[in-house]
């Protein structure tokens, strides 16, 4: 079974721009959730997404958003870039209930 | 809210020697553990979990842990190291059945020497 794809793996955008990260669950997994690692924060949950819903939502502001398709594939959107949103993004999806399987991440460059 | 501790970021030893990763865990409510793994440029690897039943759980590559609830810990044990082992490891809780949203400790870094 194939495992969690993130698209793309690697991103360069300058201030102000806006960035959409792809996640693709493994097969069958209906729960998506993304989370941002950075140096000096660690890994941090953003959000969770099932059968297109947000479900949970962690402590980022407004610029951060995602949604979810009815083929559980999700989108995560940050607007308005700012230098400290470089990071690598991580996706994980999950049966529900059921522990969680991490995609490879998406770096983010901010310039 | 729970809450999650990795005492040592960094930890050395030797090939052949024990591996022990400590984490502490907060929680007001029963909490699920969970340890992953990390390789240079990957994502997260789950290495084993803790929901419910027995306090010793075993995972992959050799890797346990035993959930103690007196000492509200999850320390992560291998009696023998590999140099396959050096990685990151990051021990999260979650107190949701779901396991939908986990709280990360800061991680330890395991140096493995010859």
């Known amino acids: 079974k194939a495992g969690v794809t993130q698209t793309p793996r690697y991103l360069i955008k300058t201030r102000g721009q806006q960035v959409t990260l792809s996640c693709s669950p493994i097969s069958g997994h209906r729960s998506v959730s993304w989370y941002q690692q950075t140096p000096g924060q660690g890994l941090q949950f953003l959000f969770e997404y099932f059968s297109e819903t947000q479900r949970n939502k962690g402590n980022f502001p407004g610029r951060f958003s995602g949604r979810q398709f009815s083929n559980s594939r999700s989108e995560m959107n940050v607007s308005t870039l700012e230098l400290g949103d470089s990071a690598l993004y991580l996706c994980?999806?999950?049966?529900?209930?059921?522990?969680?399987?991490f995609g490879p991440g998406t770096r983010l460059t901010v310039t | 809210a729970q809450s999650v501790t990795q005492l040592g970021s960094h930890v050395s030893v030797s090939e052949g020697a024990l591996v022990l990763l400590r984490c502490n865990y907060s929680?007001?409510?029963?909490?699920?553990l969970f340890w992953y793994v990390q390789y240079p440029n990957q994502g997260l690897q789950l290495l084993l979990k803790y929901t419910t039943g027995a306090t010793l759980v075993k995972g992959i590559n050799g890797f346990e842990a035993e959930f103690k609830k007196s000492e509200t810990s999850f320390h992560l044990t291998k009696p023998s190291a590999h140099m396959s082992d050096a990685a990151e490891y990051f021990c999260?809780?979650?107190?949701?059945?779901?396991?939908?949203?986990?709280?990360f400790g800061t991680g330890t870094r395991l140096q493995v020497t010859l």
């Open positions: 929680s007001s409510v029963p909490p699920y």
């Open positions: 999260a809780v979650t107190d949701t059945g779901t396991a939908s949203k986990l709280t």
């Open positions: 994980a999806s999950s049966l529900d209930p059921g522990e969680q399987y």
